[in-house]
């Protein structure tokens, strides 16, 4: 394994296991603030949820070499799929549904998911008719 790899295997590890009382301080100071989706959190995440919507988001900037966060709809279904609600998620191409959501999706079994794009909706039609 690459030096490269084993690091960020260590960080994704270290961040899974960041007890609640310490995952708040490591995401203000580890994500710009410019990049945290900050009105979604404080407005509408309740504080149980916080602790899930935090990790992911340093997952996500662990994972991206530290250049994205999750999009508001990527942890609104991010949420929906951890309390085992099924979903259907529709957005346009390059909305970043496949990567988060299929990510998520891995981790909970038993409940649907669908997604779907302008394109895949095309294609869809133009098969059925």
């Keep these: 394994m690459e030096a490269g790899s084993?690091?960020?295997?260590?960080?994704?590890?270290?961040?899974?296991?960041?007890?609640?009382?310490?995952?708040?301080?490591?995401?203000?100071?580890?994500?710009?603030?410019?990049?945290?989706?900050?009105?979604?959190?404080?407005?509408?995440?309740?504080?149980?949820?916080?602790?899930?919507?935090?990790?992911?988001?340093?997952?996500?900037?662990?994972?991206?070499?530290?250049?994205?966060?999750?999009?508001?709809?990527q942890l609104r279904v991010l949420l929906a799929i951890y309390h085992g609600i099924d979903c259907l998620f529709y957005a346009g191409t390059g909305s970043g549904k496949t990567a988060y959501c299929t990510t998520s999706a891995i981790r909970r079994s038993g409940k649907w998911l669908c997604l779907f794009d302008n394109l895949t909706v095309e294609a869809i039609a133009g098969y059925s008719s």
Aim: contains cysteine; positive net charge.
């Design 6 to 73: 084993l690091h960020l295997e260590e960080t994704l590890r270290d961040i899974r296991k960041l007890p609640p009382d310490s995952l708040d301080a490591r995401f203000t100071t580890t994500i710009p603030e410019e990049r945290i989706p900050t009105t979604y959190i404080q407005q509408r995440v309740n504080a149980a949820d916080r602790a899930t919507v935090q990790r992911a988001c340093l997952l996500a900037w662990a994972v991206t070499g530290r250049t994205q966060v999750p999009r508001e709809s």
